[in-house]
Nanobody
Framework: QVQLVESGGGSAQPGGSLRLSCAVS????????MGWFRQAPGKERERVAF???????NYQDSVKGRFTISRDNAKNTQYLQMNSLKPEDTAVYYC???????????WGPGTQVTVSS
Protein backbone atom coordinates (compact mmCIF):
# COMPACT_ATOMS: atom_id res chain seq x y z
CA GLN A 1 0.00 0.00 0.00
CA VAL A 2 1.56 3.25 -1.16
CA GLN A 3 1.23 6.14 1.24
CA LEU A 4 2.36 9.72 0.94
CA VAL A 5 2.45 11.80 4.11
CA GLU A 6 3.12 15.53 4.12
CA SER A 7 4.57 17.51 6.99
CA GLY A 8 5.98 20.98 7.56
CA GLY A 9 2.92 23.08 6.92
CA GLY A 10 1.86 25.87 9.25
CA SER A 11 1.76 29.62 9.43
CA ALA A 12 4.26 32.16 8.17
CA GLN A 13 4.41 35.89 7.69
CA PRO A 14 4.72 37.40 4.23
CA GLY A 15 8.31 37.13 3.16
CA GLY A 16 8.89 34.13 5.37
CA SER A 17 9.81 30.55 4.56
CA LEU A 18 8.48 27.06 5.12
CA ARG A 19 9.69 23.67 3.98
CA LEU A 20 7.24 20.91 3.22
CA SER A 21 8.24 17.27 3.31
CA CYS A 22 6.53 14.27 1.76
CA ALA A 23 7.53 10.84 3.02
CA VAL A 24 6.80 7.96 0.65
CA SER A 25 6.11 4.51 2.05
CA UNK A 26 7.76 2.70 -0.87
CA UNK A 27 10.89 3.16 -2.98
CA UNK A 28 10.88 6.64 -4.47
CA UNK A 29 12.28 5.17 -7.67
CA UNK A 30 8.93 3.44 -8.21
CA UNK A 31 7.55 6.78 -9.38
CA UNK A 32 7.88 8.32 -12.82
CA UNK A 33 6.93 11.73 -11.55
CA MET A 34 6.41 13.53 -8.27
CA GLY A 35 5.28 16.96 -7.34
CA TRP A 36 3.26 19.34 -5.26
CA PHE A 37 -0.21 20.73 -5.84
CA ARG A 38 -2.22 23.21 -3.83
CA GLN A 39 -5.83 24.16 -3.39
CA ALA A 40 -7.00 27.45 -1.96
CA PRO A 41 -10.56 27.92 -0.64
CA GLY A 42 -13.02 28.23 -3.48
CA LYS A 43 -10.40 27.45 -6.12
CA GLU A 44 -9.43 24.41 -8.12
CA ARG A 45 -6.40 22.33 -7.26
CA GLU A 46 -3.36 23.58 -9.17
CA ARG A 47 0.08 22.22 -9.84
CA VAL A 48 2.86 24.08 -8.07
CA ALA A 49 6.02 22.14 -8.80
CA PHE A 50 6.75 18.92 -10.64
CA UNK A 51 9.74 16.71 -11.21
CA UNK A 52 9.92 13.80 -13.63
CA UNK A 53 12.24 10.85 -13.96
CA UNK A 54 14.68 12.95 -15.95
CA UNK A 55 15.12 15.07 -12.79
CA UNK A 56 14.14 18.26 -14.64
CA UNK A 57 11.87 20.33 -12.40
CA ASN A 58 9.21 22.71 -13.56
CA TYR A 59 7.25 25.30 -11.65
CA GLN A 60 4.07 27.28 -11.85
CA ASP A 61 4.94 30.80 -12.99
CA SER A 62 3.74 32.37 -9.74
CA VAL A 63 6.28 30.43 -7.65
CA LYS A 64 9.31 30.48 -9.95
CA GLY A 65 12.34 31.83 -8.14
CA ARG A 66 10.67 31.38 -4.75
CA PHE A 67 9.91 27.66 -4.45
CA THR A 68 12.29 24.75 -4.97
CA ILE A 69 11.34 21.11 -5.32
CA SER A 70 13.87 18.47 -4.39
CA ARG A 71 14.10 14.89 -3.22
CA ASP A 72 16.27 12.74 -1.01
CA ASN A 73 16.26 9.30 -2.61
CA ALA A 74 17.90 7.64 0.39
CA LYS A 75 15.07 8.86 2.63
CA ASN A 76 12.29 8.30 0.07
CA THR A 77 11.25 11.88 0.68
CA GLN A 78 10.53 14.87 -1.48
CA TYR A 79 10.57 18.47 -0.35
CA LEU A 80 9.20 21.84 -1.28
CA GLN A 81 11.23 24.76 -0.01
CA MET A 82 9.05 27.86 -0.05
CA ASN A 83 10.71 31.26 0.33
CA SER A 84 9.42 34.80 0.03
CA LEU A 85 5.95 33.58 0.87
CA LYS A 86 2.95 35.66 -0.10
CA PRO A 87 -0.61 35.67 1.24
CA GLU A 88 -1.76 34.20 -2.08
CA ASP A 89 0.34 31.11 -1.34
CA THR A 90 -2.17 30.23 1.38
CA ALA A 91 -3.66 26.84 0.54
CA VAL A 92 -3.70 23.18 1.38
CA TYR A 93 -0.63 21.64 -0.22
CA TYR A 94 -0.73 18.08 -1.51
CA CYS A 95 2.09 15.72 -2.31
CA UNK A 96 1.61 13.82 -5.57
CA UNK A 97 3.28 10.83 -7.19
CA UNK A 98 2.64 8.86 -10.37
CA UNK A 99 3.84 5.27 -10.34
CA UNK A 100 5.55 3.60 -13.28
CA UNK A 101 3.30 0.59 -12.69
CA UNK A 102 0.04 1.31 -14.47
CA UNK A 103 0.51 5.06 -14.27
CA UNK A 104 -1.44 5.17 -11.02
CA UNK A 105 -1.64 8.47 -9.19
CA UNK A 106 -1.17 8.82 -5.45
CA TRP A 107 -1.95 11.75 -3.20
CA GLY A 108 -1.10 12.72 0.34
CA PRO A 109 -3.83 13.96 2.71
CA GLY A 110 -2.59 17.53 2.46
CA THR A 111 -1.02 20.07 4.80
CA GLN A 112 -2.26 23.59 5.43
CA VAL A 113 -0.03 26.57 4.68
CA THR A 114 -1.23 29.97 5.84
CA VAL A 115 0.61 33.18 5.03
CA SER A 116 -0.60 36.26 6.83
CA SER A 117 0.65 39.16 8.90
Amino acid sequence: QVQLVESGGGSAQPGGSLRLSCAVSTNIFDFAAMGWFRQAPGKERERVAFITSDIYPNYQDSVKGRFTISRDNAKNTQYLQMNSLKPEDTAVYYCYARAYAGGKDYWGPGTQVTVSS
